[in-house]
């Protein structure tokens, strides 16, 4: 098997399965479970020093036990792209374990006629999606043998390209067995980043960025796809994630139509900036993780209360420990039929 190298262990985070093990669940231990079981989530892909602590709070929303295939969408930072592209590659390395791509997945993603192929080089320089492959592991770890991921390099899409990719997605983003990671900083502020709006009335410089940022944070939480585009024309804010945003957005906005019924909520659990900036020389990054969730009351509250109980860690910081991985597994295969079923009869109800 084809595999991509884990290019930015060692530097942006440790190359230490060990030492990564014990960092990721020290981030995770000090996040609350508040907004689950997660559907999609939006995460930073910064160094860990940076960014590590914010991601936590989007990857404890995940509920492992019912997870089959992890959409991990990233922004291209360096090739050129005007659609989406699959990796040519076949698992993922990271310091913990490797990471399977969904090759029915990408097949069926190919038959669009939609997405191309990125090539290896450009895989392994992105770090957009590598900076989520060590999350994923951990909080997959106890289901390592029952999932596979799903990678897309997403471009500079024009708004009618993230309706179509909106739309290509949607079905999969309906699918209970999906988590979808959405990649993302928010505003890269200073000289540097060539970026420097500053609204003086709200105070110092870190003040208007946070502003800013949390206008931005708003707007995704109203689920408006419209409404985002319009807040980017107007403030031009640097969020290096704002297509896959809005990918996620418009598979949303698909899904919430009301022949399908569904109906989501989506919440920011923790926002950071890399520094305060007082002056026009400072510069700083924003990181931001959100969750999204499925109006899941058609599902008993049996079901669900076992998929919250089997979240990283349980509910209460509890949950089955590692010995306890084949019955994490029994639970995982009783759970996800019981909610396929009782969504099929739904579906059922809602057609007659």
């Not at 989520?132 to 999932?147: C, G, I, Q, S, T």
């Not at 060539?194 to 708003?218: A, F, P």
């Not at 698909?254 to 002056?279: D, E, I, V, W």
Request: charged residues 20%; proline residues 4%; hydrophobic residues 35%.
């Amino acid at each position: 098997m084809s595999a991509r190298r884990a290019t930015h262990a060692g530097s942006w985070y440790t190359d230490s399965a060990t030492d990564l093990g014990r960092q990721l669940e020290g981030w995770l231990g000090q996040a609350d479970l508040s907004h689950g079981p997660a559907r999609a989530i939006i995460a930073p892909h910064a160094g860990y020093q940076y960014s590590g602590a914010v991601g936590a709070y989007a990857y404890r929303q995940v509920s492992p036990v019912v997870v089959k295939r992890v959409f991990i969408l990233g922004p291209s930072h360096h090739v050129r792209l005007s659609g989406c592209a699959l990796s040519s590659l076949t698992k993922y390395r990271t310091p913990l374990y490797d990471l399977i791509v969904d090759q029915q997945v990408y097949n069926d993603l190919y038959q669009t006629g939609h997405f191309e192929t990125m090539s290896v080089s450009a895989d392994e320089d992105e770090h957009s999606i590598e900076m989520h492959l060590p999350y994923v592991a951990k909080v997959m770890e106890d289901f390592r043998d029952h999932f596979t991921i799903v990678p897309i390099l997403v471009g500079s899409l024009t708004p009618e390209r993230e309706v179509l990719y909106g739309r290509l997605l949607a079905p999969y983003l309906a699918d209970p067995q999906s988590l979808f990671v959405i990649s993302s900083d928010f505003c890269h502020w200073g000289q540097r980043f060539r970026y420097t709006y500053y609204d003086r009335s709200v105070g110092e410089i870190w003040q208007s960025i946070q502003k800013l940022d949390k206008q931005g944070m708003n707007l995704i939480e109203t689920l408006n796809p419209s409404a985002f585009t319009e807040y980017l024309k107007k403030y031009g804010n640097t969020i290096c994630g704002r297509h896959p945003i809005a990918v996620l957005l418009n598979a949303v906005a698909t899904l919430q139509n009301p022949s399908n019924g569904h109906r989501m909520l989506l919440k920011f659990l923790q926002y950071a900036q890399s520094s305060r900036c007082y002056t026009s020389s400072d510069s700083s990054v924003s990181y931001a993780a959100a969750s999204l969730i499925f109006d899941c009351s058609h599902i008993s509250s049996s079901a669900w209360g076992m998929v919250g109980w089997l979240t990283w860690g349980g509910g209460g910081g509890g949950g089955v420990e590692s010995n306890g991985s084949v019955v994490k597994v029994m639970m995982w295969l009783l759970i996800t039929n019981q909610i396929q079923e009782e969504t099929d009869r739904q579906t059922d109800e809602e057609s007659r």
